[in-house]
């Protein structure tokens, strides 16, 4: 079993910054690719950006690409999210996954286990 616990969200005007921390307990945390997806109100959930277990491969919706960087530390267990140049349609709920393999996906059905969310909103 996995927990995964984000933390870091929060309110910031366009244009502005924030970093996305995911925290896995369990001691097979390398051995996971991990992922982001994002869902805003009256919206379907959809992929954000994923990494492979080692962090040599990384996939990024066109929407954030080039904006927002996936990275992991794995001898913290952990998987960030840096988001620059926000815009107000980046606001959502972000939610990180892992999967228990370690080949990155952009299907959120291919995803174990999911953590609780962290609420982003981009003001105008």
């Known amino acids: 079993q996995v927990q995964l616990v984000e933390s870091g969200g929060g309110l910031v005007q366009a244009e502005g910054s924030l970093r996305l921390s995911c925290a896995a307990s369990g001691r097979t945390f390398s051995s996971y690719a991990m992922g982001w997806f994002r869902q805003a109100p009256g919206k379907e959930r959809e992929f954000v950006a994923t990494i492979n277990s080692s962090g040599g491969s990384t996939s990024y919706a066109d929407s954030v690409k080039g904006r927002f960087t996936i990275s992991r530390d794995n001898a913290k267990n952990t998987v960030y999210l840096q988001m620059n140049n926000l815009k107000p349609e980046d606001t959502a709920v972000y939610y990180c996954?892992?999967?228990?393999?370690?080949?990155?996906?952009?299907?959120?059905?291919?995803?174990?286990?999911w953590g609780q969310g962290t609420q982003v909103t981009v003001s105008s």
């Open positions: 996954a892992a999967r228990t393999v370690p080949f990155y996906s952009a299907s959120d059905k291919r995803y174990v286990y």
